[in-house]
Protein backbone atom coordinates (compact mmCIF):
# COMPACT_ATOMS: atom_id res chain seq x y z
CA UNK A 1 0.00 0.00 0.00
CA UNK A 2 1.30 3.13 -1.27
CA UNK A 3 1.68 6.34 0.41
CA UNK A 4 1.27 9.93 -1.42
CA UNK A 5 3.35 12.95 -0.04
CA UNK A 6 2.66 16.67 -1.53
CA UNK A 7 5.73 17.77 -2.98
CA UNK A 8 5.86 21.72 -3.94
CA UNK A 9 7.13 22.24 -7.44
CA UNK A 10 10.21 23.82 -7.26
CA UNK A 11 10.90 27.07 -9.51
CA UNK A 12 14.33 28.49 -10.52
CA UNK A 13 14.98 32.13 -11.16
CA UNK A 14 15.57 32.57 -15.21
CA UNK A 15 18.91 34.70 -15.57
CA UNK A 16 17.14 38.04 -17.18
CA UNK A 17 15.32 38.67 -13.74
CA UNK A 18 16.66 41.59 -11.51
CA UNK A 19 14.95 41.25 -8.65
CA UNK A 20 14.46 38.50 -6.10
CA UNK A 21 15.96 38.01 -2.61
CA UNK A 22 17.67 34.90 -3.40
CA UNK A 23 19.62 36.10 -6.38
CA UNK A 24 23.39 36.35 -5.87
CA UNK A 25 25.08 38.83 -7.08
CA UNK A 26 28.94 38.53 -8.50
CA UNK A 27 31.28 40.64 -6.72
CA UNK A 28 34.68 41.68 -8.54
CA UNK A 29 37.61 42.45 -6.49
CA UNK A 30 38.65 46.20 -6.08
CA UNK A 31 41.53 47.86 -7.49
CA UNK A 32 44.51 48.23 -5.41
CA UNK A 33 45.08 52.29 -4.83
CA UNK A 34 47.48 53.82 -6.83
CA UNK A 35 48.53 56.87 -5.97
CA UNK A 36 48.48 59.84 -8.59
CA UNK A 37 51.66 60.14 -10.67
CA UNK A 38 53.41 63.81 -11.30
CA UNK A 39 53.43 65.25 -14.80
CA UNK A 40 57.00 65.49 -15.61
CA UNK A 41 59.21 62.00 -14.54
CA UNK A 42 62.03 63.84 -13.65
CA UNK A 43 62.44 63.21 -9.71
CA UNK A 44 60.95 66.49 -7.85
CA UNK A 45 63.24 66.31 -5.27
CA UNK A 46 66.72 65.78 -7.40
CA UNK A 47 66.24 68.79 -9.20
CA UNK A 48 67.71 71.48 -7.64
CA UNK A 49 71.37 72.94 -8.01
CA UNK A 50 74.10 72.01 -5.47
CA UNK A 51 76.03 75.13 -6.05
CA UNK A 52 73.11 77.32 -5.85
CA UNK A 53 71.62 76.24 -3.01
CA UNK A 54 75.07 76.34 -1.10
CA UNK A 55 75.40 79.81 -2.25
CA UNK A 56 71.78 80.65 -1.23
CA UNK A 57 72.11 79.06 2.15
CA UNK A 58 72.80 81.26 4.98
CA UNK A 59 76.06 79.53 7.44
CA UNK A 60 74.28 77.53 10.28
CA UNK A 61 74.96 78.58 13.53
CA UNK A 62 77.06 76.63 15.96
CA UNK A 63 76.42 75.48 19.56
CA UNK A 64 77.49 78.05 21.20
CA UNK A 65 75.74 80.58 19.14
CA UNK A 66 78.54 81.23 16.70
CA UNK A 67 78.40 80.99 12.92
CA UNK A 68 80.43 77.81 11.57
CA UNK A 69 82.11 78.19 8.48
CA UNK A 70 81.65 76.76 5.04
CA UNK A 71 84.88 75.03 3.66
CA UNK A 72 85.01 77.39 0.52
CA UNK A 73 85.62 80.18 2.79
CA UNK A 74 89.41 78.35 4.22
CA UNK A 75 90.51 78.28 0.73
CA UNK A 76 89.06 81.64 -0.83
CA UNK A 77 87.11 80.33 -3.15
CA UNK A 78 85.76 77.16 -4.79
CA UNK A 79 88.57 74.00 -4.96
CA UNK A 80 89.58 72.82 -8.63
CA UNK A 81 91.97 70.11 -9.57
CA UNK A 82 94.45 72.70 -11.46
CA UNK A 83 95.04 74.47 -8.04
CA UNK A 84 96.56 70.95 -6.15
CA UNK A 85 100.35 69.89 -6.96
CA UNK A 86 100.89 67.00 -9.15
CA UNK A 87 100.85 63.93 -8.02
CA UNK A 88 104.81 63.21 -7.68
CA UNK A 89 105.34 66.37 -6.08
CA UNK A 90 103.13 65.47 -3.10
CA UNK A 91 104.74 61.96 -2.65
CA UNK A 92 108.02 64.04 -2.70
CA UNK A 93 109.81 62.53 -5.79
CA UNK A 94 111.18 65.15 -8.05
CA UNK A 95 112.34 63.66 -11.52
CA UNK A 96 114.66 66.88 -12.02
CA UNK A 97 116.29 66.97 -9.00
CA UNK A 98 116.82 63.00 -9.22
CA UNK A 99 118.36 63.62 -12.86
CA UNK A 100 120.77 66.32 -11.30
CA UNK A 101 121.99 64.40 -8.50
CA UNK A 102 122.35 61.25 -10.70
CA UNK A 103 124.21 63.19 -13.21
CA UNK A 104 126.72 64.60 -10.79
CA UNK A 105 127.95 61.34 -9.90
CA UNK A 106 128.95 60.61 -13.35
CA UNK A 107 132.25 62.96 -13.24
CA UNK A 108 133.98 62.12 -9.95
CA UNK A 109 136.60 64.80 -10.52
CA UNK A 110 133.67 67.76 -10.90
CA UNK A 111 131.11 66.66 -7.85
CA UNK A 112 128.19 69.04 -7.84
CA UNK A 113 127.81 69.07 -3.86
CA UNK A 114 124.86 72.07 -3.90
CA UNK A 115 122.46 69.66 -5.25
CA UNK A 116 122.92 66.88 -2.63
CA UNK A 117 122.00 69.25 0.32
CA UNK A 118 118.22 68.25 -0.08
CA UNK A 119 118.40 64.54 0.59
CA UNK A 120 115.85 62.15 -0.65
CA UNK A 121 115.66 58.75 -1.01
CA UNK A 122 113.66 58.48 -4.08
CA UNK A 123 116.55 58.26 -6.59
CA UNK A 124 118.43 55.82 -4.17
CA UNK A 125 115.18 53.14 -4.37
CA UNK A 126 115.37 53.75 -8.36
CA UNK A 127 119.11 52.88 -8.62
CA UNK A 128 118.45 49.97 -6.17
CA UNK A 129 115.71 48.65 -7.92
CA UNK A 130 118.26 48.93 -11.23
CA UNK A 131 120.62 47.29 -9.34
CA UNK A 132 118.56 44.57 -8.40
CA UNK A 133 117.33 44.26 -12.47
CA UNK A 134 120.78 43.77 -13.54
CA UNK A 135 121.37 41.16 -11.01
CA UNK A 136 118.38 39.01 -11.95
CA UNK A 137 119.10 39.31 -15.60
CA UNK A 138 122.74 37.63 -14.60
CA UNK A 139 120.47 35.05 -12.98
CA UNK A 140 121.13 36.13 -9.35
CA UNK A 141 117.92 36.90 -6.80
CA UNK A 142 119.51 39.50 -4.38
CA UNK A 143 116.57 41.85 -4.07
CA UNK A 144 116.87 41.25 0.07
CA UNK A 145 120.40 41.36 0.28
CA UNK A 146 120.97 44.26 -1.42
CA UNK A 147 118.26 45.94 0.19
CA UNK A 148 119.89 44.61 3.65
CA UNK A 149 123.42 46.22 2.68
CA UNK A 150 121.95 49.21 2.26
CA UNK A 151 120.74 49.97 5.26
CA UNK A 152 123.20 48.13 7.00
CA UNK A 153 126.06 50.58 5.59
CA UNK A 154 124.41 53.88 5.59
CA UNK A 155 124.11 52.91 9.25
CA UNK A 156 127.85 51.75 9.37
CA UNK A 157 129.11 55.00 7.58
CA UNK A 158 127.04 56.92 10.01
CA UNK A 159 128.32 55.84 13.00
CA UNK A 160 132.03 55.88 11.56
CA UNK A 161 131.57 59.51 10.82
CA UNK A 162 129.79 60.63 14.00
CA UNK A 163 132.44 58.84 15.75
CA UNK A 164 135.31 60.72 14.00
CA UNK A 165 133.75 64.13 13.77
CA UNK A 166 132.58 64.36 17.57
CA UNK A 167 130.58 66.88 18.78
CA UNK A 168 130.71 69.13 15.45
CA UNK A 169 129.42 65.79 13.97
CA UNK A 170 126.35 66.76 11.96
CA UNK A 171 125.47 64.26 9.47
CA UNK A 172 121.54 62.18 10.02
CA UNK A 173 120.79 59.06 9.15
CA UNK A 174 118.86 60.23 5.98
CA UNK A 175 121.41 62.41 4.36
CA UNK A 176 123.73 59.64 5.15
CA UNK A 177 121.11 57.01 3.51
CA UNK A 178 120.53 59.40 0.46
CA UNK A 179 124.31 59.74 -0.71
CA UNK A 180 125.19 56.07 0.05
CA UNK A 181 122.16 55.55 -2.67
CA UNK A 182 123.35 57.94 -5.42
CA UNK A 183 126.73 56.89 -4.91
CA UNK A 184 125.99 53.40 -5.84
CA UNK A 185 125.61 54.45 -9.26
CA UNK A 186 129.00 53.22 -10.78
CA UNK A 187 128.25 50.04 -8.67
CA UNK A 188 124.81 49.67 -11.24
CA UNK A 189 126.97 50.79 -14.06
CA UNK A 190 129.35 47.53 -13.38
CA UNK A 191 126.11 45.01 -13.01
CA UNK A 192 124.86 46.61 -16.45
CA UNK A 193 128.68 45.85 -17.84
CA UNK A 194 129.06 42.76 -16.55
CA UNK A 195 126.77 41.46 -18.48
CA UNK A 196 128.85 41.19 -21.52
CA UNK A 197 131.56 40.36 -19.68
CA UNK A 198 132.44 36.36 -20.26
CA UNK A 199 132.93 34.45 -16.76
CA UNK A 200 136.03 33.52 -17.77
CA UNK A 201 137.75 36.67 -18.30
CA UNK A 202 138.45 37.39 -14.54
CA UNK A 203 141.11 39.44 -14.51
CA UNK A 204 139.21 41.84 -16.34
CA UNK A 205 136.08 41.64 -14.15
CA UNK A 206 138.20 42.78 -11.16
CA UNK A 207 139.34 45.47 -12.82
CA UNK A 208 136.52 46.12 -13.89
CA UNK A 209 135.11 46.23 -10.60
CA UNK A 210 138.18 48.12 -8.69
CA UNK A 211 137.62 50.59 -10.89
CA UNK A 212 134.16 51.22 -10.39
CA UNK A 213 134.27 51.37 -6.65
CA UNK A 214 137.06 53.79 -6.40
CA UNK A 215 134.61 55.55 -8.55
CA UNK A 216 132.19 55.74 -6.07
CA UNK A 217 134.49 55.84 -3.19
CA UNK A 218 135.77 59.13 -4.44
CA UNK A 219 131.95 60.68 -4.91
CA UNK A 220 130.56 59.02 -1.57
CA UNK A 221 133.72 60.46 0.17
CA UNK A 222 133.44 63.71 -1.47
CA UNK A 223 129.69 64.16 -0.62
CA UNK A 224 129.93 63.20 3.12
CA UNK A 225 132.70 65.51 3.85
CA UNK A 226 131.51 68.56 2.05
CA UNK A 227 128.26 68.06 3.35
CA UNK A 228 128.78 67.55 6.73
CA UNK A 229 131.11 69.34 9.58
CA UNK A 230 133.83 67.79 11.42
CA UNK A 231 134.98 65.42 8.40
CA UNK A 232 137.50 67.31 6.68
CA UNK A 233 140.49 66.33 8.75
CA UNK A 234 139.34 62.28 8.72
CA UNK A 235 138.98 62.36 4.99
CA UNK A 236 141.16 59.51 4.97
CA UNK A 237 139.33 57.30 7.03
CA UNK A 238 136.25 58.19 5.51
CA UNK A 239 136.98 57.15 1.73
CA UNK A 240 138.32 53.71 3.53
CA UNK A 241 134.31 53.46 5.20
CA UNK A 242 133.67 53.86 1.78
CA UNK A 243 135.65 51.87 0.04
CA UNK A 244 134.33 48.61 2.38
CA UNK A 245 130.76 49.37 1.61
CA UNK A 246 131.20 49.45 -1.95
CA UNK A 247 133.72 46.65 -2.28
CA UNK A 248 130.49 44.53 -0.65
CA UNK A 249 128.50 45.34 -3.49
CA UNK A 250 130.98 44.70 -6.14
CA UNK A 251 131.46 41.27 -5.02
CA UNK A 252 128.07 40.57 -5.57
CA UNK A 253 128.03 41.79 -9.00
CA UNK A 254 131.36 39.45 -9.72
CA UNK A 255 130.74 36.45 -7.80
Not at 40 to 56: K, L, R, T, V
Not at 73 to 94: K, N, Q, R, T, Y
Not at 165 to 191: D, E, F, K
Request: charged fraction near 10%; hydrophobic fraction near 45%.
Amino acid sequence: MTKDFAVPPVVFPSGGSSGGANVQQRRFPATPFQPPRPSSSAIPFMSFDIGSAAASSATPAGPFGGTIASSSSFGGGSASFEDEEPLLDELGIHPDQIWKKTRSILNPFRINQAVHKDSDLSGPIFLYLALCLFQLLAGKIQFGVILGWIVVSSIFLYVVFNMLAGRNGNLNLHTCTSLVGYCLLPVVILSAVSLFVPQGAGPVRFVLAALFVLWSTRACSTLVVSLADGGEEHRGLIAYACFLIYTLFSLLVIF
